[in-house]
């Protein structure tokens, strides 16, 4: 009996225990508002969750001079933090949240990024090393989720050291190198350490392009088929020529007299089968994608900018509700390792295996390496569960996320199957001293191409072999035509989107998570431009890249900023110290910086060498650079002011379509910007669909309130817009009636106080009540002419009946 008691009594213990464990008030960060609100629904009322909304600190950029680095080069590159402007509050809520919790679980990216981040989040919220728990999880599902509460860590410092070193890399470069540009190119210009490389790898393909000299060649194509089967024709290509490759280098190829008399002896001899071979092909599979091959396959299958398809992903990945369970649908998109984990290798071999004949299912999982320069930190980017289908995912789905999921889940799976198998056929065909082929192919089994097409480009690989008719050796074909064709060779290719982020990624330049700022900050700048989905560099572009060179050769060499990237990857490993990589760069920069800005020549006021000449007066121009770009201005600059743009750069810079459906039509929007240089979304329906919507200082969509609401003075509905102080009501019927009514910070209607006979005792003009950011107020009706304004009657009593009261308090 009294065993029986000590039993119970020990259960009762552990139900304590246990009750006082899930008692306990816990507290989970992250970075973003929408993976905050997917891990809530999957944690539940056991969590608080939190988000940071990205980075809540950085470096100060107050004083002057060196000041302003927000860096003491003298005392070990001591960076000093400051919380981000706007910020304020979220670190506020951050902390008094902390301070209400039992425990604290750091959750922010998985990469340098969010390492930084946590430890920031640590240092404000006031956490000790034991305090703070950081978790990560490639994939937002309930298992990884509370596989990763379950085994939190400490931050990674070696992590945040390789974040840091890379900061104060950059602001030291930036924050040094752009004053040098002020007063040597134009006031108002920037530099970066990685974005000054990447727009000198395009100034130099355009000077590769502008130099290129095409040299002519001739192609001889003959349209054959079996006696007397015209039905049966297919095409040959002249390949040889007496013993010879026909082809660029040969003299016989060179010019059009010669290959028309080549053309005329095919025509004048037979046509014979000579040879036919056969052979297996192999169509090899592809890894399934990391950053820069999914930014180049949706921008050649999708037509999606680096940009928007990081955007999109990083949608898949904080998840949304799918059957009634939230949960992330793809893993972590920021990562340069094809590396697959056990459990998804043999839940999508489990799947082929269910779902497709057993030749598609390999004997072995099918193994990729990674890069040299991989970090190898994060899996491939693949679905969360191959289970989920894009089938059966996509009523959950925008058209984007549907299109950007489709092609990840159909390339993982496509991953495992093993190569497609064809047989290509060569057919050899004499005529006199001429040999012409023809080549065929027969697909023997599709392998990975039943889910995904072949090659990087589906129908340039189609276009090279054709279907073959039966022919034997020693048969007799007729010719039914002869084409002879002029060709010119073609300069290297512009590059565009995808294959920069290839040059960049090939060059070992940037990381997967900076691919797209990349792109973003050089095309921002004005230093490239996209004409039809390619890369153009601008005239300030070509020049901010000159004097940089010349004076900065090492800054602007592709090895040393790719060997700078292995260093702090050496960081991140613990095998480098930050401060001495930091200083080793920084002491030299300092030296070649002063010498620089005494010895280097300004570029403004180059004499300009086209035909061009000034609009006012007809003299010379100069080539003038400002922050906007290039431009031709007069040499008698002050007395004429004539200008004109720089020849061959009126095309605007295209703004890529963003991942927002139009709300009306459900098609995509773009990004447009009005004359008076405000950017806003619009719907790529126009004018069929006129919807617009208004974006914040980062491009990100601004959801305006609905309100339904008839206007007070003539009875018509009013509509929501956006003002520069933020979204307020105004009435339909402008400009015939002007009426406007404010919205408070909850998108409701604020009824503003009738005040009559208020006149302007300056102008004489009546006053109305408008509202500001501190309250209702009377403002002159002849603004701006006349911007008399004041309180509302009364007000002005109550604000000294105030300050009498605050005064008295201090003196007590």
């Known amino acids: 009996m009294c065993f029986l008691y000590q039993i119970s009594l020990i259960f009762k213990v552990i139900a304590i225990l246990e009750a006082f464990v899930a008692a306990k008030k816990k507290l989970l960060i992250v970075e973003s508002p929408a993976k905050a609100k997917t891990i809530k629904k999957i944690l539940g009322k056991d969590f608080t969750v939190k988000a940071s909304v990205g980075h809540i600190r950085d470096l100060s950029s107050k004083g002057r001079g060196k000041k302003a680095l927000g860096i003491d080069t003298e005392n070990g590159y001591k960076p000093d933090y400051v919380i981000i402007k706007g910020k304020e509050k979220t670190v506020k809520e951050l902390q008094d949240a902390a301070a209400k919790a039992d425990e604290v679980y750091l959750a922010p990216d998985p990469d340098r990024e969010g390492e930084a981040i946590a430890w920031h989040l640590k240092e404000l919220i006031g956490l000790s090393d034991e305090e703070a728990h950081r978790v990560t999880y490639s994939s937002i599902t309930k298992k990884a989720v509370q596989q990763a509460l379950e085994n939190p860590r400490k931050i990674d410092m070696n992590r945040v050291n390789a974040q840091q070193g890379r900061r104060i890399l950059d602001r030291l470069v930036g924050f040094s190198l752009s004053p040098f540009l002020w007063k040597k190119v134009a006031k108002n210009l920037s530099a970066g350490r990685v974005q000054s490389v990447a727009v000198r790898i395009v100034v130099e393909r355009e000077r590769e392009i502008k130099a290129f000299d095409p040299e002519e060649f001739w192609r001889i194509k003959a349209q054959v088929s079996p006696e007397n089967k015209k039905k049966d024709q297919f095409d040959a290509q002249l390949v040889r020529w007496k013993g010879k490759k026909f082809?660029?280098?040969?003299?016989?190829?060179?010019?059009?007299?010669?290959?028309?008399?080549?053309?005329?002896?095919?025509?004048?001899?037979?046509l014979k089968v000579q040879k036919i071979e056969t052979r297996e092909a192999r169509g090899k599979t592809s890894p399934p994608f990391i950053t820069s091959t999914l930014q180049q396959a949706a921008s050649t299958a999708?037509?999606?900018?680096?940009?928007?398809?990081?955007?999109?992903?990083?949608?898949?990945y904080e998840g949304m509700e799918i059957d009634g369970e939230t949960q992330g649908l793809i893993t972590y998109m920021r990562t340069d390792s094809t590396r697959i984990a056990p459990e998804a290798l043999e839940e999508v071999r489990k799947y082929i295996a269910e779902n497709f004949d057993p030749e598609y299912l390999p004997e072995k999982p099918q193994m990729y390496s990674s890069s040299k320069n991989a970090q190898d930190a994060h899996e491939a980017i693949r679905p969360s569960s191959v289970e989920l289908t894009p089938e059966k995912v996509q009523p959950f789905l925008t058209r984007e996320q549907?299109?950007?999921?489709?092609?990840?889940?159909?390339?993982?799976?496509?991953?495992?199957?093993?190569?497609?198998?064809?047989?290509?056929?060569?057919?050899?065909?004499?005529?006199?001293?001429?040999?012409?082929?023809?080549?065929?192919?027969?697909?023997?089994?599709?392998?990975?191409?039943?889910?995904v097409p072949e090659g990087k480009n589906p129908k340039k690989e189609a276009g090279k072999y054709q279907n073959l008719p039966d022919v034997k050796k020693e048969d007799l074909l007729d010719l039914l035509d002869l084409d002879v064709s002029q060709n010119f060779t073609k300069p290297p290719a512009r590059f565009s989107e995808a294959s920069l982020v290839k040059a960049l990624e090939k060059e070992g330049i940037g990381r997967p998570s900076t691919y797209a700022p990349i792109i973003k900050t050089i095309r921002d700048r004005g230093y490239v431009r996209l004409e039809s989905r390619y890369f153009h560099a601008s005239e300030?572009?070509?020049?901010?890249?000159?004097?940089?060179?010349?004076?900065?050769?090492?800054?602007?060499?592709?090895?040393?900023?790719a060997g700078m990237e292995s260093d702090l990857d050496l960081v991140e490993s613990g095998e480098t110290d930050w401060i001495k990589l930091v200083d080793d760069f920084y002491r030299p920069f300092e030296e070649r910086l002063e010498k620089a800005g005494k010895e280097a020549e300004a570029l403004k006021g180059r004499p300009w060498d086209g035909e061009e000449k000034c609009p006012l007066c007809g003299s010379n121009l100069l080539v003038r650079y400002s922050v906007n770009g290039a431009f031709l201005g007069c040499e008698k600059y002050p007395e004429c002011k004539g200008l004109i743009p720089m020849p061959g750069e009126k095309g605007a810079d295209e703004q890529p379509e963003v991942a927002v459906d139009c709300p009306s039509c459900k098609s995509p929007m773009i990004m447009k910007t009005s004359r008076y240089g405000k950017k806003?979304?619009?719907?790529?329906?126009?004018?069929?669909?006129?919807?617009?919507?208004?974006?914040?200082?980062?491009?990100?969509?601004?959801?305006?309130?609905?309100?339904?609401?008839d206007c007070d003075e003539c009875g018509k509905p009013m509509e929501v817009k956006m003002g520069r102080s933020g979204p307020f009501l105004a009435c339909t019927g402008y400009p015939d009636c002007k009426n406007t009514m404010p919205l408070d910070k909850n998108g409701k209607p604020v009824v503003l106080p009738k005040v009559e006979g208020e006149v302007c005792e300056k102008c004489g003009k009546p006053m109305v009540v408008k509202m500001g950011r501190r309250g209702p107020f009377l403002a002159c009706t002849g603004f701006p002419k006349c911007r008399n304004a004041k309180p509302l009657p009364g007000e002005e009593d109550k604000k000294e009946k105030k300050e009498v009261k605050e005064d008295a308090e201090a003196k007590e």
């Open 302 to 316: 999708l037509s999606f900018g680096t940009s928007k398809t990081m955007s999109v992903a990083q949608k898949l």
């Open 680 to 709: 806003f979304l619009a719907c790529t329906k126009y004018p069929e669909c006129k919807t617009t919507m208004s974006v914040d200082k980062e491009g990100n969509p601004v959801a305006l309130p609905k309100v339904e609401r």
């Open 247 to 270: 082809e660029l280098g040969n003299p016989v190829a060179q010019t059009e007299s010669s290959a028309r008399e080549l053309a005329e002896h095919i025509q004048n001899n037979p």
């Open 540 to 561: 300030l572009g070509m020049a901010v890249v000159d004097i940089l060179v010349d004076n900065f050769d090492n800054i602007m060499d592709l090895k040393f900023t």
């Open 402 to 451: 549907y299109r950007l999921y489709e092609l990840i889940w159909r390339r993982f799976v496509a991953s495992q199957m093993p190569p497609a198998r064809y047989d290509v056929t060569t057919v050899t065909i004499a005529s006199g001293d001429g040999e012409l082929e023809a080549k065929g192919r027969i697909t023997r089994f599709k392998g990975y191409t039943i889910l």
